[in-house]
């Protein structure tokens, strides 16, 4: 009862504290929040999404006249599927693309080097006619190489890749391909991925509010001010001719954003299918989210601040929108991750008796923040109904995204800038990573 009553005392004086530090102080105690989090996070998602839905209603008529064309002139489409031991997977992502409705395509599956089943299974589906092709590296070389290995064999005026432990909505295929049909100076498009196990646990429940926020929403939003940064390889549609022209994927990690800037860089726009819809497993563990989450942070300073720098200047490859794209994600990815830093430092050095009542607030207007994002990505969701459920663990997302990943991130970072880690990840063979560091790629 003492405790009960003491924590109704502590809420009292953190709303007294609100109320009465005055409108000058609040922003001096909250300015990160509102100069940074609300007009980036909230108040243009806002903007652009009505945007999107009066110029959706427009579009209509010439999306559906693509649509037609799309199925008449019914092009064929290869898939391809990159993986090692995967096997485990395919029998349900097989079942998904064969009862879809866009039905001209070949399914190629690249086995890369795997040690378990995946070639007894592979075998067997190409015997009983499930897939087109399997390909197999018997020494493995990487999910470029595999990538790349199927882009050398498809035979499709348009290459879809996607990842093994993927399913898809019946009618996925086709709507990723009409984008291509409505603009022809489209070179990519990227499908929403959701994430397929998000009752599992606590961990896959705050990755499927954040697919829904970053993915669905945030790619909505990238994609109508023409500066979305990375198609994922989980599921994306390419024009072969531009494959071909950028000379395919490059080592990664990060060879989906990588190969997304390198179609920009050759002048071909790059948009998001939200209607497209993909279900993929994720991280089922804190500690193998974290590994994935560091891989993904390093790909963006070896990428976005070495490999493709030149964005940054006027010369052969140089577009507005290419920098435009880098510079928002390196300022809010990594540059405020360090301000972020600073914020804490100023708070504790400058207010410490007040830091008790700052820090609550904070937590309170981050909960608040994404109720009003979790929303936004509801009022754009084809199943709000089926995710609604998802606004329980809202609560819980700023320790997840303000400390959880703030911190794997921030330390991805370091590891990259100082030390070039990425070339040092088991996630592409030593021997591939050892000629990627050589070449500069």
């Known amino acids: 009862m003492n405790e009960f009553l003491q924590y109704i005392n502590d809420f009292t004086d953190i709303f007294f504290f609100w109320k009465t530090i005055g409108f000058a102080k609040f922003l001096r105690f909250f300015w990160f929040f509102f100069i940074f989090e609300i007009p980036r996070y909230v108040l243009s998602d806002m903007l652009v999404l009505t945007f999107v839905a009066i110029r959706r209603r427009m579009r209509k008529p010439k999306m559906e006249i693509a649509r037609l064309q799309l199925l008449q002139e019914n092009p064929l489409v290869s898939i391809v599927i990159p993986g090692k031991n995967e096997g485990g997977h395919l029998h349900y992502l097989i079942k998904s693309l064969n009862e879809q409705t ?8 690249i086995d890369d080097g795997s040690d378990d089943e995946t070639q007894i299974i592979c075998r067997n589906l190409l015997r009983n006619q499930k897939i087109d092709r399997y390909l197999r590296n018997d020494v493995r070389g990487g999910k470029a190489s595999a990538s790349n290995f199927g882009w050398r064999h498809a035979r499709g005026r348009f290459i879809v ?17 009409v984008p291509f049909f409505y603009d022809p100076r489209i070179g990519i498009v990227g499908g929403d991925v959701k994430v397929r196990e998000g009752s599992l646990n606590l961990c896959t429940a705050l990755q499927a509010i954040e697919y829904l926020k970053s993915i669905t929403v945030g790619r909505i939003i990238t994609s109508e001010l023409g500066i979305l940064r990375v198609v994922s390889g989980a599921f994306g549609a390419f024009r072969k001719e531009i494959v071909d022209q950028v000379g395919g994927w490059d080592v990664g ?56 720098k030149d964005v940054y200047y006027p010369d052969a490859n140089f577009s507005v929108l290419n920098m435009v794209s880098f510079v928002e994600n390196v300022f809010f990815s990594l540059v405020l991750d360090a301000k972020w830093l600073i914020y804490i430092v100023d708070i504790v050095v400058n207010f410490p008796v007040t830091a008790k009542y ?15 994002q979790f929303v936004m990505a509801m009022a754009v969701s084809e199943r709000a109904r089926k995710e609604w459920h998802l606004s329980l663990y809202l609560p819980l997302m700023p320790f997840y995204m303000g400390v959880y990943m703030r911190v794997v991130r921030t330390w991805a970072y370091i590891m990259e800038l100082f030390f070039h880690s990425s070339y040092k990840d088991t996630w592409n063979p030593m021997k591939v990573s050892r000629q990627a560091k050589e070449v500069g790629l």
């Open 102 to 109: 866009y039905k001209n395509f070949e399914i190629i599956v």
């Open 358 to 372: 700052i820090i609550p607030i904070n937590f309170l207007l981050y909960v608040l923040t994404n109720m009003v």
């Open 253 to 308: 990690p990060g060879m989906d954003g990588d190969i997304t800037v390198k179609t920009r860089k050759s002048g071909f726009r790059v948009r998001f299918a939200k209607e497209a819809v993909c279900y993929t497993s994720v991280p089922k563990t804190w500690k193998a989210l974290a590994r994935q989450r560091t891989r993904w942070s390093r790909s963006l300073v070896r990428f976005r601040l070495r490999k493709h």
């Open 161 to 177: 890749h996607i990842d093994a432990d993927c399913s898809f909505d019946r009618d996925a295929i086709e709507k990723i391909l």
